[in-house]
């Protein structure tokens, strides 16, 4: 295979990450998909086949984590004013649960936003034929 094509293949294989954004899990999906196809013709698109599915299952486990952690301030700001509810003029934040809230609600969009911004690096590297290496991914295939 030509250097461009590996290059456009590596390319292809990071910006399939954006399917998420269109059905759920297609951010792991879509670059497994290609990457499996392509992993034997070229041994650079495995690599980024590798390091985009990792990143990609890294990611779904760090949100899935913040998910789970944020769990707790959603539910408990929403029943301490439920049983308030008929009596508005008690209706007051309870400041360590929206502090809380809002503090992982903004790592989560923080989460959101790396992501997106890791995507565009990496494919924009690939194109140029350089290897990309996310950081804080987890080596789930090795």
């Known amino acids: 295979m030509s250097v461009t094509n590996d290059n456009n293949n590596a390319f292809l294989i990071h ?10 899990f297609g951010s792991v999906l879509l670059p497994l998909i ?11 698109l495995d690599k ?3 390091g985009a599915v990792n990143f990609n299952l890294s990611y779904y ?5 913040l998910g789970i952690t944020l769990v707790p301030f959603t ?12 009596n508005l003029d008690h209706f007051n934040f ?4 929206i502090f809380g809230f ?12 790396a992501k997106f911004i890791l995507i565009v690096v990496a494919a924009v590297k690939a194109s140029r034929g350089e290897l990309y290496h996310y950081p804080l991914s987890i080596k789930f295939l090795k």
């Not at 910006?15 to 759920?24: C, K, T």
């Open 61 to 65: 486990l760090y949100s899935f984590t």
């Open 75 to 86: 539910f408990g700001t929403l029943f301490s004013h439920l049983s308030r509810f008929g």
């Open 94 to 97: 309870n400041m360590p649960n």
């Open 102 to 113: 809002i503090g992982f609600s903004s790592l989560f969009s923080f989460l959101i936003l």
């Open 34 to 44: 290609l990457w499996n196809v392509r992993k034997d013709k070229s041994p650079e």
């Open 48 to 50: 980024h086949g590798k």
């Open 15 to 24: 910006i399939s990450a954006f399917a998420g954004y269109v059905f759920p």
